[in-house]
């Protein structure tokens, strides 16, 4: 084999020169690495083994003959020649490392047993996500993996041939007690305090996970950065600014406002009282302040000084729509805008965004380099990516989790948390502060009771004194700007309704905000207002990032308090969180009280007037059929809406109050307790069941086992279910893809640089980085539609990333499997 003379057995060879990396060196960097981000939970023994073991499948001749053809160094006329492209998937040299470590373990005391399952388990899956232990007809997948035939996996080979420098390693790490008592500690902690068995197994799952992903990001970082090393000098690596650095550009930000009127005075306050709460211990706090108080810049500066004080690693914001990051992102960025460039960083971002699914799905050198893990100070996100770094399946996701340890991790509008994922979230967040010493915010005026749901299932655990703000009902009473209008009638709102009382609210307050529950209904009111006045504007999620920021850009100089202009918004629900944005009138179609409540932050926000307006309406024939969560929380908001009519006290005359709020959410909750669990139906995993029963302890699967078994218990500790549970986990009902637009011509340069950028990774890189404003989700069956009229288009041809058709791009609504020209038709 024409193998590089100084390499025996190579890992990788660099696409661009040829080079070797020999897996010796690759084991003892992935090693050190993955023992590092494991350290953050107690565990680098853990990391470090597991580091050491996952490739040992590469010291054989099998995968050296396959790789050696695969890179052209192997002739196809020579004997030892084989097919790669036929074999790519088909070379087991992950199971080695497995077995290896399993046959050690298996036999041992409980813990080690325990821990070698764990290592075995994140070994064995590091190419393809987490495996089953138990699969949901009873199988034991783990031990048949490990009972794997030697000749299929070449362990003994692989005994051989190994390095001696990694096997004297191995032998000094397995030989210390460091695994058992890291264990030990780590069980200890995991199950503290009074918490039933179910949830016991459910953080051990999170735990192997933890793991995985440590291993995950170490395994991609380390081949990556030997394919290109350029990619790898821009890394931080964790290396970041002294977070007092950007203290003193908020803190000097912060001393530039003056403070004109109440609302201003108000929200110096917040800003204080988050400054006083940073330096407490970490723990699970809420930041309930009404829309329009200032949470951005406020809860901005309690990371920061919490980060410092606290020495944690990273800050990162968790938010439920693109359009907050679009907003937020570009406040702190501008804040820190001047240090992005200083030579300390490199020029390095400050701010990552990261809120697209542009990222390649297939494991190739490029996806590696193009990826996300997060390694940046400051990180927003959004809850899709949060919750599938910790649930979903493959490797993409899982690799970031490490980087939500000492962490201070902010929820803006958690309300937004869907609803079956409460358990799972629940726990994991308690998992997260209490194994990976984060600090987490719950951020909202309408804090959804996550802390009183079922506490067998998983209830978070707010710190004792968990609120920021000293006096809520105070506060909320102070800032009081707006009056909410019941205006429900019998038969409901027709659109030309609805367009006639805009205007009549246009006349009066010069300014109108009408926000509906579908895109749908969007255009509709849409036509209809264009029909009778002038500057009428539409938002929706099918516009790609950067059309929504042009369009909340002209609504906002109409919007100016200095040369106010006529103006009337049409959107969907996308606008009514955290967008900062000052109508006179909000008519808000039914929804549920939080996003009514939402709704009213964007009307009278800076208090500019005596009072705002926001008018309810009940549209008619209104078809909420594929939106289940919209039309139960619309049933429980008509409850309190009723509730208010009879007799407003209870509720403080306010419909928008805490308590009003607290009731309206024990409604909702209880109608949709049995939801939080994550159920899933025979078409997901075979039989009725929830993601947290298989992510647990499982009983159905055990009890599968047992009926196979002669009613024997299976004998493996750890039952979980990870890729069945893992597969099934979907944030959104139809999960979409990322599409690239082409908007503008910055939309369709970044496509043109694209289609033109082959083998240009840095290129590709910073091309993919600027498409995420230049984005729109769609769904599978728009995305199965627009192929076969052959409207997509492969922007990069490895990857399967997609860019649409000019035909299909509207410059009112975006995105479309309808033609431009047949939408416009309809407005004209």
Partial sequence: MKQDSKVRFAAHYRKSDGVPQSVMEHLEEVSALARSFAEKIGLPSFG?????????????????????????????????????????????????GAQYVWELLQNKDHLRRIAGQIMSLCIASHHSGLMDCLSPDGMDVFSKRMAKSKDKTHLEEARIKIDASIQSHLNKLLALTSIEKELCQGLESLWCGEQSHEIHEFMLGLLVRFIFSALI??????????????AASERYNGCYLEWGVLIGKLEAHLAGFKVGNQVDKIRSEISSSCLNFAFREKGIFQLTVPTGGGKTLASLRFA????????????????????????????????????????????????????????????????????????????????????????????????????????????????TIPIRTVHLFNNAINFLVGQCKSTVVFCTATQPLLNEVDTRKGAVKLSVNHQIMPDIGKLFKDLRRVEVDDKRKAGGWSEDDVAEEAQQELEHLGSVLIIVNTKAQAREIYRRCKQITEGVFHLSTSMCPAHRINVLGKVKECLNPDNPKPVICVSTQLIEAGVDVDFGSVIRYLAGLDSIAQAAGRCNRNGLRPTGRVLVVNPTNENLDKLPDIRTAKEKAERILDEFRNDPAPFDHDLLSPSAMSRYYRYYFFDRAYEMTYPVTPHEVERNDSLFSLLSTNPLSVAAYSRNNNNQAPSISLRQSFKTAAEAFKVIDAPTEGV?????????????????????????????????????????????????????????????????????????????????????????
């Fill in 48 to 96: 470090e083994l597991i580091g050491l073991l996952h490739d040992i499948g590469k010291y054989t001749n099998v995968f050296q003959t396959y790789l050696l053809s695969a890179v052209g160094k192997l002739n196809p006329d020579e004997d030892e020649y084989v097919n790669a492209k036929g074999m790519k998937g088909k070379i087991d040299h992950s199971s080695a």
């Fill in 217 to 230: 990001d170490a395994d991609r970082l380390n081949s990556a950065d030997f394919e290109n090393v350029t």
């Fill in 304 to 415: 920061l000084h919490h980060a410092k004080h606290r020495n944690m690693d990273r800050i990162i914001y968790v938010v439920p729509y693109t359009t907050i990051i679009d907003q937020n992102a570009r406040v702190v960025r501008s804040i820190f805008e001047n240090i992005e460039h200083q030579s300390v960083t490199s020029g390095k971002q400050i701010v990552l965004e990261h809120h697209s699914n542009l990222t390649p799905e297939r494991d190739t050198w490029q996806s590696k380099i193009l990826s996300e893990n997060w390694d940046a100070p400051i990180v927003y996100t959004t809850a899709v990516q949060f919750l599938e770094t910790l649930f979903a399946a493959g490797t993409r996701g899982a690799r970031r989790m490490h980087h939500l340890a000492n962490a201070v991790i902010i929820f803006d509008e958690i309300q």
């Fill in 740 to 828: 690239i637009v082409p908007y503008g011509e910055e939309g369709k340069r970044i496509i043109a640089e694209l289609l033109s950028a082959a083998g240009q990774f840095e290129k590709k890189y910073d091309l993919l980085k600027e498409a995420q404003y230049y984005s729109v989700n769609m769904f599978p069956h728009e995305i199965v539609k627009l192929k076969e009229m052959r409207r997509l288009h492969k922007a990069l041809e490895v990857s399967g990333i997609m860019y649409l058709d000019s035909q299909h791009y509207s410059n009112e609504f975006g995105a479309s499997v309808e033609q431009v020209g047949l939408m416009e038709t309809l407005i004209a």
